[in-house]
């Protein structure tokens, strides 16, 4: 089993309509295992790029949030004349509380981040300003996922408005622009953390619209290590998550509609013989391909990728033409029953067989007005 954090939330947003990755997700799958015995490449991050980005987490968070502080005064708004913050990264409590296990840590940090959090809300003027890695619980699909936004921020001169901040290592240049794709990715992220502030906001009895729909994304500066900051509107976001949500069914619906005879190999340990690990491969492979897939664009940042993919080919679908192909053909599957259909070699016998030969002819006669001749 593998928790379910923000990332693995925020891919309902990347691969909506998906059943089989709504099975593993909901399941809590542990999806690098999972990967391995579908034989599916992992995607590898350079060990440079994971030390550059912790190290750069920590100039931005460590020494009292010093290098945040004056992001969070020009880009937010806050008026800060005394910082007031807290630490409740879990390694933090644990020095401070060595005598106490992995459940009462977390259980101390969930309560210290509604604590705080109920006084941003009740405009206590001793209510802290920013706070590192709060702790909050969500509950998706009848499991409890434990997020943990890098900041909390509360903007007393902003609207009393309580704002996540998200730290990343890629770089902000000319302080005016960044990877669309890895803003994407991390405004879906961030996203998650603000569905569920809200509903902790709500929790605490006030309106949760105290919760900004705008981040704090920081920056590298340039490609130096040195932090710069966008806010960064993510309201489409987190409406499109909270529609997902709301048509999420919970794990015991999903499991109950499955067929008894799908079931999951344990993952067979290190010293197992060649033998035992391809028959869990085996098992694993057929427990998956029974599971009902969406193939389409917003399968790319998948782990399953290349497993859906050699699925989709094989059984000679049109979604792996993308998602505008697949949601133009409807109900026909196959790209040789669409070129049949085109050709003429098939007579439409359905509703959507018809309209797609009756799209395709136009498009062919429109092609024709054009002069661009045809191949068959």
């Known amino acids: 089993m593998q928790d379910l954090d923000a990332r693995r939330i925020a891919g309902l947003l990347e691969a909506p309509g998906c059943h089989r990755r709504l099975v593993v997700d909901a399941a809590s799958l542990n999806l690098p295992v999972l990967v391995d015995l579908l034989d599916c490449p992992r995607s590898r991050i350079s ?30 708004g806050m008026d800060i004349t005394e910082v007031r913050q807290a630490d409740l990264d879990k390694s933090q409590l644990r020095t401070q509380h060595p005598n106490l296990g992995k459940d009462a840590i977390r259980k101390m940090r969930l309560d210290e981040t509604r604590h705080h959090v109920q006084a941003m809300l009740d405009n206590d003027r001793q209510a802290l300003n920013l706070i590192r890695h709060p702790l909050i619980a969500f509950p998706v699909a009848g499991v409890t996922a434990n997020l943990e936004p890098d900041v909390l921020a509360y903007a007393s001169g902003r609207g009393r408005t309580l704002t996540p901040v998200e730290v990343k290592s890629f770089p902000l240049q000319h302080k005016t622009y960044a990877d669309p794709n890895k803003v994407g990715a991390a405004a879906r992220q961030v ?15 006030a309106d949760p619209d105290r919760v900004s729909d705008d981040t704090l994304l920081v920056l590298t500066s340039g490609f130096s290590i040195r932090p710069d900051a966008s806010l960064v509107n993510i ?18 619906d999903i499991l109950g509609d499955l067929p008894t005879l799908i079931s999951l190999p344990a993952p ?3 010293d197992a013989s060649k033998s035992d690990k ?5 098992q694993t492979k057929e427990a998956i391909a029974a599971l009902p897939m969406r193939y389409g664009d917003g399968c790319a940042s998948c782990p399953m990728l290349a497993f859906c993919t050699s ?9 792996q033409l ?31 067989e018809r309209a797609v030969a009756h799209d395709f002819n136009r498009a062919a006669q429109a092609l024709t007005l054009a002069g661009i001749p045809l191949e068959h």
């Open 47 to 76: 060990p440079h790029a994971t030390r550059r980005g912790q190290r750069f987490e920590h100039n931005v968070l460590d020494n009292a949030m010093a290098e945040l502080v004056p992001l969070a005064r020009t880009h937010l």
């Open 235 to 252: 309201a489409e976001h987190v409406g499109h998550l909270e529609r997902a949500l709301n048509n999420y069914p919970r794990i015991g």
């Open 191 to 205: 996203a998650v953390y603000i569905v569920a502030l809200r509903q902790l906001v709500q929790e605490c009895g």
């Open 311 to 319: 699925e989709a080919q094989k059984t000679d679908a049109v979604a």
């Open 278 to 282: 391809e028959d869990a491969k085996a």
């Open 322 to 352: 993308g998602t505008n192909a697949a949601n133009t053909c409807g109900d026909v599957m196959t790209i040789s029953a669409t070129f049949d259909l085109i050709a003429g070699r098939r007579r439409p016998a359905t509703g959507a």
């Open 268 to 270: 067979p340990p290190p």
